[in-house]
C-alpha cells in the first residue's frame, strides 16, 4: 500500500522531500499515529547520505 501511495504522487502537492514523503505516508498507511514534531524530523534527511570528502 505505501509503495502504490508513492508512486501515485503522494508528497508533491505538500512539496515534501524523499524522506519525509515516505513517513508521512507510512504514518497515514500503517496508523503510526507520529506526531507533527516526530514527522518534521524526516526533513532532516531529504538531501540523502552526505559523504564528508565531497567537501575537502
Not at 524522506?19 to 540523502?48: C, M, P, R, T, W
Request: hydrophobic content about 45%.
Amino acid at each position: 500500500m505505501l509503495k502504490e501511495l508513492i508512486q501515485d504522487g503522494y508528497g508533491i502537492k505538500e512539496d515534501l522531500n524523499c524522506a519525509e514523503a515516505i513517513l508521512y505516508g507510512a504514518n497515514q498507511v500503517y496508523h503510526l499515529d507520529l506526531n507533527s514534531d516526530s514527522l518534521k524530523l524526516a526533513a532532516a534527511f531529504g538531501g540523502g547520505m552526505c559523504n564528508v570528502e565531497m567537501f575537502f
